[in-house]
């Protein structure tokens, strides 16, 4: 089967820089999303990484390593819109898309 | 293009009835999916399809039907409604095939706030 660890939930301070850490386990592992969720809202695609290595897009970053079953999320510069739910998911060759729990975090000034 | 379109937004079911919630995508998506997203949760997999005729469980199947006829159609079935079935569900869909260079993106509709008195 699969499963998805991520903590619960982080604080940080605004403009400062955060990591999300995600570790996985499945069979068949065809790619890493991240997602980003504001309550009561509807997920917003940040990142796929298929590829081992580092994925840079603005602010955020996600690094994947494929035989460490890791991934982080890296955000930099942080604002007080970033809090948010941070969403790992992970991907099967067979079209399953699992979700961990998320990542709570919190932006503080 | 309107994307993934959920209906309804919200609803509110006494125990036992059935309901079927709607789910299109004008994308010519082969992949979509069912979730369901409890309070301070994550998103729990109901059910998956990989195309037109093939569905498959997920994570937490008991209490739901899906089919699949057609590639833009998912609805999901509620047959006897249970309070353990309040929650928020979400559809999505994706293209078919892996890599960065192929655009891998999971849309989401907006989302159906249900619950079950």
């Known amino acids: 089967g699969q499963n998805i660890d991520q903590p619960t939930e982080m604080t940080a301070t605004e403009g400062a820089i955060v990591q999300i850490n995600c570790t996985y386990q499945t069979s068949g592992f065809n790619g890493l999303f991240w997602y980003q969720q504001h309550a009561g809202e509807a997920p917003t695609f940040l990142s796929y990484n298929v590829l081992d290595g580092l994925e840079e897009k603005g602010r955020f970053s996600s690094f994947l390593s494929r035989s460490k079953g890791y991934s982080y999320l890296l955000l930099k510069e942080l604002q007080m819109k970033d809090s948010a739910s941070y969403l790992c998911a992970v991907y099967n060759q067979g079209g399953k898309l699992i979700f961990g729990q998320g990542t709570e975090l919190s932006v503080k000034p | 293009n309107a994307g993934v379109t959920q209906t309804p937004k919200f609803r509110i079911l006494k125990i036992g009835q059935s309901m079927t919630l709607q789910c299109t995508q004008d994308?010519?998506?082969?992949?979509m999916y069912w979730y369901r997203q409890d309070p301070g949760m994550g998103l729990k997999l109901i059910y998956y399809?990989?195309?037109?005729?093939?569905?498959d469980k997920g994570e937490v199947p008991n209490g739901y039907n899906v089919s699949r006829s057609t590639t833009e159609d998912f609805p999901l079935r509620l047959e006897l409604a249970a309070p353990s079935q309040t929650s928020v569900y979400f559809c999505a869909s994706k293209t078919r095939g892996s890599g960065p260079d192929l655009g891998e993106k999971l849309f989401f509709g907006s989302g159906t706030q249900l619950s079950v008195l």
């Open positions: 994308m010519n998506h082969n992949y």
């Open positions: 399809s990989v195309g037109a005729g093939i569905t």
